[in-house]
């Protein structure tokens, strides 16, 4: 067992804002950090990032938790493996495993990056070191690429023949498991044995975003007939669909330009990098994808993208700019000149003439395809035009801001000269085409995911899962139970729910900020509370007004709840602070009166549990799962205790923003629970 003193070494040595922007690209806001959030799709940032708590908090999907947390979400890993990856990038030494700690499916993923990593010494080895490697090293000499190059990127040549990674690495005493699982070897069409994957190419090591090789992409050399690229299959580790070759490198240039070039090739990738061009990946020989656009767009919100100019090249640009539009990026296109490509340009002109001509050939994605339609003599042809300008109008129709498709629509009038009323109608044709087949596949998606709980329940012998079988841990427990069906909400709602919505309607986007940094809305016992909260989150994700008058306004149930809320004298009840263990006056100070009502709330919250907890210990089936609900019972009771034992300001911290500050007094009113008396 690793010690606990060891685990919080480690979370007090891992910068959590560093962590987190290897995925993410973070800007300051106030005392916290804001990015989009990578655990669902998102265009408004709701994902904030707090270091001096250590955490970080989805306003979007609820998403929360710690360093530990972000990285077993992340890289898909358990907590062990989290704390051992932290560990050694922190420099923080932690003993030997228990192996009765890590699960098969641990061992298997360690096992596959041990195997991958061993593959790429073997590679770059035999690269660098044996005759029949010279024609990948003249290859790489031809371009530029040094033995500094050859090294940062991993580069090396996999053997012709049929078995010399496979004999190796069993010699070492590598388990062929872990080989076969990696995508390096395959097993012999006869039945006796097993070859190596890859074979006389020179090989281009795949990284996450971390800087692990996950992945391998062979490049034959020479004029044989077959694939010029093959790459690694679909592992525990690597998902194609959502990985970018060269991110490692580029991510930090990225978030610091704000844009990202997306190519085409592996070699453009390196020529440009190493001509001082950082901020530059490739889809890694896939087509794009939106998981691909989406992690693009959490370090950059534009895109030039450089695609080649055959009729391959352009089919996928068309696809890459309507996943880009709908992801809510900037996208712009460049066309290099006739024969080049990135790799080729950039060695021959060098940096400054690859930015200038970025700068003064990318166009935006309309621009681009009606001068490639006037290059190819389809717009003067009214036929040809009609369908470019519905190919164009269905670019407009993926993205999400209505400003930003009435303006194209305008510009692209401003091009076809047709009217602007016939092209918005057209483009509400497409748009509702969009969302129907958006349904379709949500609903092939969801009978898909149906068979395969079908499949996996009789598969398992069972009909159904059994309730409350989830008891990994107390915090696991409260996000991830079944909601049980409450009865409805008595009458009189409670009065720090109210409060929390009221502080939110009055003082606008820096307590929303606040409150929801400390809660999510299962916290909410009433129903229609419940739903405003969420409502308002909404409202703050889409940066629309969030205020007294605009909920006055609304639909039913938001006038008369706004009434009920804000009309009424004095919301939190004035002999509440003999629960909770603190006073305070009301809106002295806002923040102050927040604090309060997040106790009470959560204090609330947990009694709610506790009774969920007595009633599943009461009709638990046998004792093992008895003790499981008894050791969450306690649990819940110590967090609790902690809770209601705890200043408010250990709790919630002030925060540190301007904003907050103008309507904060310094001086805070309010007196603790006498526990003697």
């Known amino acids: 067992m690793i010690p606990d003193e060891k685990k919080e070494e480690v979370r007090g040595a891992a910068d959590i804002v560093e962590v987190v922007e290897d995925y993410v690209k973070l800007k300051r806001s106030g005392r916290s950090w804001k990015g989009l959030c990578p655990f669902h799709d998102e265009r408004t940032a709701s994902f904030h990032v707090t270091p001096d708590l250590g955490i970080y908090k989805c306003f979007g999907c609820g998403a929360s938790g710690d360093v530990f947390n972000f990285m077993m979400e992340m890289e898909g890993v358990g907590f062990v493996e989290a704390l051992r990856s932290l560990g050694d990038r922190y420099g923080v030494s932690l003993p030997e495993e228990d192996e009765q700690e890590f699960d098969e499916d641990h061992h298997l993923r360690e096992g596959i990056y041990h195997a991958l990593k061993y593959a790429g010494v073997f590679f770059f080895r035999h690269l660098m070191e044996t005759d029949e490697a010279q024609k990948a090293r003249d290859y790489l000499q031809k371009r530029g690429y040094d033995r500094t190059i050859i090294k940062k990127y991993g580069l090396g040549y996999a053997p012709a023949g049929g078995e010399k990674l496979y004999r190796a690495a069993l010699d070492s005493g590598l388990n062929e498991e872990y080989l076969l699982e990696a995508g390096l070897i395959k097993p012999s069409n006869r039945g006796d044995g097993f070859y190596d994957a890859f074979r006389g190419r020179l090989m281009f090591p795949i990284f996450n975003p971390s800087g692990k090789v996950i992945a391998y992409a062979g490049r034959v050399l020479g004029k044989q007939k077959t694939a010029k690229y093959i790459n690694s299959p679909q592992t525990k580790v690597y998902n194609k669909s959502k990985v970018l070759y060269g991110i490692n490198f580029a991510k930090n240039e990225i978030r610091k330009t704000d844009e990202v070039i997306l190519v085409e090739g592996y070699t453009d990738v390196i020529s440009l990098q190493q001509n001082g061009v950082n901020n530059i990946v490739a889809s890694s020989g896939t087509s794009l994808t939106p998981q691909q656009m989406n992690l693009l ?22 696809r890459g700019i309507n996943i880009a539009l709908r992801e809510g990026m900037d996208v712009k296109l460049l066309e290099l000149p006739e024969g080049e490509d990135p790799d080729s340009f950039v060695r021959q002109f060098g940096k400054d003439s690859f930015l200038e001509l970025k700068q003064e050939a990318s166009e935006d994605f309309l621009t681009y395809q009606i001068h490639k339609a006037k290059d190819e003599g389809r717009w003067e042809a009214p036929t040809e035009k009609k369908k470019v300008i519905n190919e164009i109008l ?10 930003s498709r009435e303006t194209f629509v305008q510009h692209l009038n401003s091009k076809a000269k047709v009217g602007d009323r016939a092209l918005f109608d057209e483009l509400g044709k497409i748009r509702k085409e969009l969302k129907e087949e958006r349904m379709r596949a949500k609903k092939r998606e969801q009978r898909r995911r149906e068979r395969e709980q ?4 009789q598969e398992g012998g069972q009909a159904t899962p059994p309730p409350h079988t989830h008891t990994v841990g107390f915090s696991e427990q ?31 986007r820096e307590m929303i900020d606040y409150i929801g940094s400390y809660c999510s809305e299962k916290h909410f016992e009433d129903e229609e509370i419940r739903a405003f909260y969420e409502d308002i989150i909404e409202q703050y994700k889409a940066e629309e007004e969030v205020s007294v008058e605009v909920y006055a306004n609304r639909e039913h149930p938001y006038p008369e709840l706004v009434g009920e809320i804000v009309l009424e004298k004095h919301s939190v009840s004035e002999r509440h602070h003999e629960k909770i263990g603190v006073q305070y006056k009301k809106d002295k100070n806002p923040y102050r009166t927040a604090k309060g009502a997040l106790k009470a709330l959560k204090a609330h919250f947990i009694e709610r549990l506790q009774e969920d907890l007595y009633s599943q210990y009461n009709t638990a089936e046998g004792e093992e799962e008895r003790k499981k609900v008894m050791k969450l019972m306690k649990e819940a009771g110590r967090r609790r205790t902690l809770l209601q034992q705890s200043p408010v300001d250990e709790l919630f911290p002030d925060p540190d923003t301007e904003a907050a500050k103008s309507v904060s007094d310094k001086v805070f009113e309010y007196k603790m629970k006498d526990n003697n008396k």
């Open 297 to 318: 767009h959490r370090y950059g919100d534009t895109i030039t993208m450089i695609y080649d100019s055959d009729s391959a090249g352009q089919r996928a640009m068309k």
């Open 454 to 457: 079908r499949q996996q329940q």
């Open 478 to 508: 409260v996000e991830d139970r079944p909601e049980k069906k409450r009865p409805a909400p008595p009458q009189k709602r409670p009065n720090y729910e109210k409060e929390l919505i009221r502080l939110m309607l009055m003082y606008g």
């Open 394 to 403: 269905e670019s407009i129709a993926h993205m999400p801001d209505p400003v």
